[in-house]
């Protein structure tokens, strides 16, 4: 281990000379609309890594962040959000969240451990980032849940807003944070002014959002272990009067990656699915939902996947992620949007999400 | 570190060559004994001369083919304080995959930890969930001997011996009158172990008691590789390992009665309450100082057995009990929980001096109550049927046949046959060269949370299976100084339909790969006398190539070298001894490892030096003190076994043992 530290450290001191040599940071600018990969890593191993897409070349590029950093990621990265000239990570696992540089993804501070307890997903609000947090073991006690409130400029936990039932995905509309909660079926809506908690029930868990260009929000319904539901699929949230649709679709992902993905001009959505087969395997799908007629395809863009582990929208690409376990690379297939494929590219360990820089 | 390695060892087989022989005596613990100071080798076509242990003898004779050691006397006694993982890992060509003494899985040959059965009577301790035993949680100060066999040993042992077996051995002594002893040893980072063994008996009854208690702060220091300090650019620091403490406690007791050489009745009861904290990895360590994961384990093991060897046909009736919990995090809401009642039968044939056979019946109820099974799931039953032929062919040659077929509730299970041998190629006065071969099939029956984990265990899992291929020469040396033996072993080892839990929007098990192992396996040992001293060494190699041939999953790894299966290991011992007072010194080398199936993250290669020193004073007939000083790590080696898992560097133990008659 020695060793390997010092090598990486030779090699550390040789980047720097390096850059030192460089005109700029531009060797590390990948440029815009660039797209990266991010893969969540062993829970126990070797954790998250970052892979780069280059549009030019077509080429995917595995441990970008290493490669920056000399280091690697000590973290598992649940979500990785883009704002303000930083990408944020939640990592847990250990827990922390850590930033870098949205263009060249050097990491000079150090991350955030106070106050935060299973980060999971962020969203950020002029100054402030709001991060759901797990507090603890969730599936034993609900009431330990919360969302940090984190001041952009001294990067701290400033409040813990309380929420039990798991925050999951977040998204702020209006003044109001939503906070899909799941391990209960509702979805809370924060004020984030007076921090006075609602709640929109819900007929199942919900796990994530993405929010449309009318900043109304589309909620995954989901059946998990602790909260079985069959009213699985998609739930509507008109964010001016807080009402609630569901559409149903039966198998929807019970995953807590990102397993809805829109397209460029939010016409279609595109959804993880799972189900068992005939023959008692469990194979995973795309299914598409028309945002305009309010319904899903009859026929999902692709089907039999094994190992899914995530959708993303890019290039007008479909990119699927699937991971066979938490100790092999993962693949990111991209298929365009009749369910052709068009390629696949080799990924660190548990590919998970896609983030496009623009 | 590989030249320290070549150069250590070299230096360990070429001084036995050099050394003035003097008279003396030593027994070896193989069955293949042999008897120096009577000019005659008594070879493996003769008796078995081992003690009442675990039946080696049994195993070792109808399974002419299969390698089974049996770790030496002094190897054993120098790691009575410590756990399996120690004894094994200082011992034997195997690799265990550990974390600082709360958990440690075995890899024999390639294969998983839930290939590799362990063994207390007729009972496999491998858990009913897991499939696993973990080795850091046998204490070897309950036992008097430990026997591993090298590959498969599904025919003797059923489901979960695809990559071997380990017995762990209880003797009878019969004892007449009282016999007793009481040790306590401390060492480094707060290990402490206060350990008492009574016997009492009168030759014919016997009550043996042992019981320890072992704790360990385990706060170590260590240098922390994942520290990321980018504000002051800092990677690395020194570190002290927090909360993985140990503390495990465990009874067996023994009542055992001799109605005559040839009739006996034995009863094993053996209590075990093992509790760790979950040794967390560096980064955790460094960001969650206060962070415990307690893990707690409670076991009752029982086993009785009657055994009549009166007549032509010889019959043993067995049966058991066991009870295993294991508790996460102090959660007592979500149990896991096993039970088992155990019943075996056998009887034994001799139709001459050179022909017999054994036929027997196993049978088990287990009753699983772990919160994710259904309810529905109320007991599974499971029957195995064996037969054994032995068969001494002439004065060079004899063959063993062993067939098993098990019975799993809704489940079927492969039949599986061995068929072994072993050939006296020569036998001269002072030394003796075999080959033996043997072909077994082997299985795995799903674990009970493979098949029953909430909605996630698959009840059609196939069972796993092993097809294994062994040979081997063994070259038994002897005359008036020095006894020793040189064994080759080649293996090949193909293991298809190996489950996993593979993610599909979840975590499901799966049977997924195939994979083939092969390999040489290179043991020697050798008593001899070196400027007057009595020395005992031996150099133990392995080649491992473990590689899976085909997966069902997107595996980059296919065609490479498993996970945590260095393909290169070794360990070199040598014990000198004079009058009452011994000085050891051991060392391991372990090749670099995977530790995933990225070629990133890999485990460096490591050595490291052991030495002990001890002496024992005889105060009267019937009361003698031995005092051991042990040093671990004597080079302040950095190294990994589970990778981002810090190790301790160097550390010591002492201790005392008073022994009475």
Known sequence: MKIKFKFLAMLAIAATLFASCSSSDSDNDPGVGTCYVVN????????????????????????????????????????????????????????????????????????????????????????????????????????????????????????????????????????KLYAALNYKKSIAVIDIDTEEISYIETQAVSSYFVKDNKNNLYASQVSSYST???????AYINTTTNEYELYKLDGISTSYVNIMSANDNFSKLYVMTSAYDANYNKSGAIAVFDTEAKSFAAKNLVEGVSGINGVGFYDNKVCVFTSPSTTANGKLTAYDTDGNLIKEYETGISPKMLLEIK | MRRVFVYVLLFFVISPAYSNYTDGYYSSNDSTSVYANKKKIVTVFDTILLNEVVSYGKLKKYQSGAKIETIPVLQFDAHRDGSLEQLLSRTLPITLKSTAGTLSTIRLRGTSPDHTSVNFGGINLNSLTLGQSNMSNVPMYLFDEVGVQFGSASTVNGSGSIGGAIHLGLKNNWTNGVKAEARISHGSFGEELYGAKIY????????????????????????????????????????KQRNANIENKGLIQEFNYKFSDQETLIFNLW?????????????????????????????????????????????????????????????????????????????????????????????????????????????????????????????????????RQGLVTDYSVPFTPSLGFKYLLFSKEIHALSINGNIAKSYRVPTFNDRFWGDQGNPDLNPEKGMNYELGFKWNYSDNKTTGHLQLNAFYLNVDNWILWVNDNGWYPKNVQEVESKGLELMTHLNYSLLGLKASSGLNYTYTSTERKKSQTNSGAVGRQMEYVPLHSGNV??????????????????????????????????????????????????????????????????????????????????????NIN
Request: glycine fraction near 6%.
């Open chain 2, 200 to 239: 009492l008996g009168n030759g014919k009854f016997e009550s043996v008691t042992r019981a320890y208690y072992y704790k360990k702060d385990n706060d170590f220091k260590f240098t922390n590789t994942e520290v990321r300090d980018f504000e002051n650019g800092i990677f690395q620091q020194e570190d």
């Open chain 1, 40 to 175: 969540y890593g062993g829970y126990d191993g070797a954790k998250s890594s970052i892979s780069v897409y280059d549009k030019e070349s077509d080429i995917l590029t595995n441990d970008h962040y290493e490669t920056v950093n000399t280091v690697s990621i000590i973290s598992n990265v649940q979500y990785a959000y883009n704002y303000d000239g930083n990408v944020y990570m939640m990592g847990n696992n250990a827990d922390q969240i850590f930033w870098v540089d949205s263009k060249s993804w050097k990491q000079t501070a150090n991350g955030l451990e106070d106050d935060i307890i299973k980060p999971r997903y962020c969203v950020a609000d002029g100054n402030y980032l709001y991060v759901s947090c797990w507090g603890g073991d969730i599936w034993n006690d609900i009431t330990l849940s919360y969302i940090a409130k984190i001041d952009l400029d001294t990067k701290k936990v400033v409040k813990k807003i309380a929420l039990e039932g798991g925050p999951e995905g977040l998204a702020v509309v209006n003044g």
């Open chain 2, 573 to 658: 011992y040598s014990t000198l001894t004079y009058k009452n007072t011994n000085l050891s010194i051991d060392c391991k080398y372990t090749d670099e490892q995977f530790t995933n199936e990225e070629d990133k993250n890999i485990l460096s290669s490591y050595f490291l030096l052991n030495f002990s020193v001890g002496h024992q004073f005889k105060l009267n007939d019937k009361n003698r003190i031995k005092i051991k000083g042990l040093v671990n790590n004597i080079l302040d080696a950095d190294y990994q076994s589970t990778y981002g898992y810090a190790m301790p560097g160097v550390n010591y133990r002492l201790s005392l043992t008073y």
């Open chain 2, 271 to 403: 209590l075990e309450k093992d509790w760790h904290l979950i040794q967390q990895n560096m980064q955790t360590n460094l960001t969650k100082p206060d962070f415990k994961e307690p893990y707690e384990d409670k076991h009752i093991r029982l086993w009785t057995s009657y055994k009549n060897h009166k007549r032509a046909i010889k019959y043993e009736i067995s049966g058991g009990y066991v009870y295993d919990n294991g508790i996460h995090n102090s959660n007592t809401d979500d149990t896991i929980q096993t039970e088992r009642i155990i019943g075996e039968a056998s009887i034994e044939h001799e139709l001459n001096k050179n022909i017999s056979y054994k036929i027997g019946a196993k049978a088990s109820r287990i009753y699983p109550t772990v919160y994710t099974y259904s309810s529905d799931l109320d007991y599974e039953d499971r029957v195995d049927f064996y037969a054994s032929y032995y068969h001494k062919i002439n004065r060079k040659l004899k063959a063993t046949i062993n067939l």
């Open chain 1, 228 to 234: 079985p539901s069959t009213e699985t699929g998609l």
